[in-house]
């Protein structure tokens, strides 16, 4: 084993006495997969549910052990209906059948997560909104898809929160709808919905999320998810509104605020002389100032890109 893997595998090995899985995910794999997999089994078999950092490092080692101990607690998880009612375990199943179905296809992996879209729980049900819409976008097996678009319907209609959480799948399913649903509510949603609404309609493909995007950033009067989409709108919104978006930004009393509207600049180096030599008393803020004055005009990247 050479030095670098060797390094890894402490690495990890420490992470999992330790309990931290994160770490142990960050470097399961430059490490030997057979005594990393024993590692994370032996954590996992401690465990009802083994918790979703958890699930997340085992579906990177891999292995026909893994897959069996993952099966083995979606099925429990399946069995008792107290897992998807109680939220932190819900969450931690969720994770536990998406790291089972990113290693294998299982039908019973998709009815976990098709159920979570019912739970009382609006993060449960936005979290599982998001894998569903992923691993539909992955194409899975007939049984999987099959058993993940029975969720479709409920994914359209559900609260807000899971409605933009399932957009990526939404849009390409049902865009009329979509677009209507978008057009007519996107104002009564609350602040964190619309802005995770904003982050995840501009990461779509440019021919889907340019109209949505669009509407959104001329219908909401929140300036922080207003940045939001206009990082997404560089070469789609008029030079007057991206202009008085930053300007807004760069006044604002709040430094995310304010950081945003200076990664904006960066990212539009032809806007950068229109606001001269600003500067700002937060030094993160200032040196990202610093650096849109030499931001290369190449830097700059449409919706979706």
Do not use: Y
Not at 43 to 51: C, D, L, T, Y
Not at 80 to 95: F, N, R
């Amino acid at each position: 084993m050479g030095p670098d893997r060797e390094e890894s595998t402490t690495l990890v090995l420490e992470a999992v006495e330790a309990g931290d899985f994160t770490t142990a995910f960050l470097h399961v794999r430059g490490a030997s997969p057979a005594r990393a997999r024993r590692a994370l089994l032996a954590a996992a078999r401690s465990m009802a549910i083994p918790r979703g950092d958890l699930a997340q490092a085992l579906a990177a080692v891999g292995g026909a052990n893994v897959r069996g101990l993952l099966r083995g607690v979606v099925l429990r998880c399946l069995e008792d209906p107290s897992v998807v009612a109680e939220e932190d375990a819900a969450l931690h199943a969720l994770s536990n059948a998406a790291s089972l179905l990113r290693l294998t296809s299982s039908r019973n992996a998709a009815r976990l997560l098709v159920a979570c879209v019912h739970s009382d729980h609006r993060t449960v049900r936005a979290t599982s909104a998001r894998l569903i819409s992923e691993l539909l976008l992955r194409e899975p097996t007939v049984a999987v898809q099959r058993t993940l678009e029975t969720a479709i319907p409920c994914l359209m209609a559900g609260a807000p929160l899971t409605f933009v959480n399932a957009l990526p799948i939404l849009v390409l399913r049902r865009r009329a709808e979509v677009t209507k649903r978008w057009r007519d509510e996107w104002p009564s949603f609350d602040v964190e919905t619309r802005r995770v609404g904003a982050s995840v309609v501009s990461k779509l493909p440019l021919v889907l999320g340019l109209p949505l995007a669009l509407m959104a950033f001329r219908a909401d009067v929140d300036l922080g998810v207003r940045l939001v989409l206009a990082n997404g709108l560089l070469e789609a919104l008029p030079i007057p509104d991206l202009t008085r978006v930053i300007e807004e930004g760069l006044e604002a009393d709040q430094r995310e605020l304010r950081l945003s509207a200076a990664e904006l600049l960066v990212r539009t180096p032809a806007l950068a002389a229109t606001f001269g030599k600003r500067s700002d008393a937060d030094p993160e803020v200032h040196a990202v100032l610093e650096r849109s004055r030499i931001a290369r005009p190449e830097a700059t990247g449409p919706l979706g890109s």
